[in-house]
């Protein structure tokens, strides 16, 4: 049986990992020749990172789906504890990544190499993060929630509105960072 939570937690990792992948692209190719560009879009990719990844989506995992299958799903409690970790230090890790970006950035090629070394093991660290929930906590959830508990789970997540997914109305308040990241970002995520 699939609920609404699950396809959209599956949305919202699809949607990040496609933003990750244009990230790490990006920064591989480097500013080039148009250096403000270049960094305008990673800051507002990494100002999406936190914005709904870090807001949106990990509360609700936190709040609502983890602490019922950690009740009732030993394998998925230790995932779950890790993941709890993972989400509680997640911010803090992309406060550092912008910093390390802006040091880039007013500094110069001597802080590159800080900043791609932050990010490769940022994208390692989300990498596992998503595949611990898709691979051991989604399947549990499936196995212990009640429809009482997925009813809930599925209102909530209903209510996030990631604007890079397409799936939601374009909202007026995220119209530039909508536009920054997907009008100059490579694809998968961005037309640049």
């Known amino acids: 049986m699939s609920h609404e939570s699950i396809r959209i937690i599956h949305e919202e990792h699809t949607t990040l990992s496609a933003l ?13 020749d148009q250096p403000a560009a270049f960094f305008e879009v990673l800051r507002a990719m990494l100002f999406y990172i936190d914005e709904f990844p870090e807001r949106q989506h990990h509360p609700k995992e936190t709040e ?11 394998e998925a409690a230790a995932a779950i504890a890790r993941l709890d970790q993972d989400h509680a230090r997640g911010e803090a890790e992309v406060r550092e990544l912008q910093h390390l970006l ?8 001597p802080r590159r190499a800080a ?22 906590v989604i399947p549990a959830a499936q196995r212990v929630l009640t429809e ?31 536009t920054q990241i ?8 961005g037309l640049g």
């Open 20 to 32: 990750l992948r244009s990230l790490d692209m990006m920064v591989k190719r480097g500013p080039v």
């Open 64 to 74: 609502l789906l983890f602490p019922p299958v950690a009740a009732r799903d030993a």
């Open 102 to 109: 802006v040091a880039w950035e007013m500094l110069g090629e």
């Open 115 to 136: 900043f791609e070394q932050a990010l490769a093991r940022y994208l390692a660290f989300y990498g596992e993060h998503m595949r611990l929930e898709e691979s051991v």
């Open 148 to 178: 009482a508990e997925w009813a809930e789970l599925d209102a909530a997540f209903a209510a996030n509105t990631d604007p890079l997914s397409g799936k939601y109305p374009r909202d007026p308040v995220y119209d530039r960072l909508f």
């Open 182 to 189: 997907l009008g100059k970002a490579p694809a998968p995520i």
